[in-house]
């Protein structure tokens, strides 16, 4: 049977795993499931490395960051009293459906809670809770987007890759927060979707496998949603002229965007989040900071002048000179402006003191950062199969 598993089917096996994972705690009634799911994860991944992965530096790669998250605590505000904390309250309530109770607001219940409850599964696998290992199993979540990246670059260009993913991403690999999670996830999907218009075989599968990247994304984090919006609307724009791929990815989009949407409508619902007026977003705010040009110069500073960001800008402007592929371009460009168009519009709107909530910029532009990064490789590395062919 396990010859019967190609590349492509070992992948989506994988990614339905952790999707599963996500689905299995809804109830808490079926943690032998969420053992086996576990397992069969542990497996799929053993077999993919085994069967498939000619790369053994990505092998080595991913031991030494489960090494280090294993050596290293878990002190950072948004890890500890978010993520883990999450994670251990669905260990010890065996669902995820126990933040109805709304109980720590702090710990931001109406966040989606993919990782967390895959965290959550590798801990119920042992069967005890500590603080120190269950951080492993957010870890465990780079395999996927790390597995995509690795088929697209090889020899030289993965290993610059994974220089690339290391200067940006950094600690955000280790340290139980899932900023790095979402940039993985995203960059894979767009990695993904770019090269969907050179597919004639397998298609139905590269699709599947868009579907569950983009699912993951989205219930990483609250932004992995706008990532996923932004993606839909940058491919539109530059694939228009091909209409059924425009189409096919119309309905990815539908299907991927329902298993968050459903999450939002549950917490809405019941009433999940934070009810503090003071952390709810107004139109007020938005339309108070608009008229002044010292916030727009502050937000600037923050997310375009921040040295992940400019190194990503840099390089792509470069790789567009040298290159010249309008595609990429016009793929890249788009969703990012895109994107940074949102974030300046989440930021002139926060609740909060705007100086305050820029403290985490250099988190939320990861995700362009890293895509400007890994695209101007993939351009350079496109030409040069140019010229070999």
Known sequence: MLKTITQENNILLILSTIILNY?????????????????????FTFNYFFKYEKNKFLIFFLLALIIISLGTSTDSWDARSIWIFKAKEFFYDHSIISVKNNYAEFSHNNYPSIAPAFTASLSTLIGYWNEIYPKAGLTLMFIPPLIIISRFFDNNFFLISISIILFIIGKFLVNGELDGLVALYFVSSLIIIYN??????????????????L????????EGAALLLCTFIGSILTFYKNKDLCKKLIISFF???????????FCIYNNIGN?????IFDINNFNYRILYLENYILIF??????EKFL???????SSAIYVKNKNIFIYVSSISLIYILFLFIIYLS???DLEWHLNSANRIIKPIALFLSIFSLYNILNKEHKYNA
Do not use: A, H
């Open 23 to 43: 689905i299995l705690f809804l109830s808490s009634s079926l943690l032998i499931l969420i053992k086996l799911n576990f397992i069969l994860f542990i497996f």
């Open 301 to 306: 500073e923050s997310l375009l002048l921040n």
């Open 215 to 222: 699912i993951i994304l989205s219930l990483l984090k609250t």
């Open 196 to 213: 969907l218009k050179n597919l004639n075989y397998d298609i139905f599968k590269q699709y599947l496998c868009l579907i569950f990247f």
């Open 255 to 265: 299907f991927s965007i329902i298993p968050v949407l459903m999450w939002n409508y």
């Open 350 to 352: 926060t609740p909060l």
């Open 275 to 279: 009810t503090n007026n003071n952390y």
């Open 311 to 317: 190194f990503g800008l840099i390089v792509f402007l």
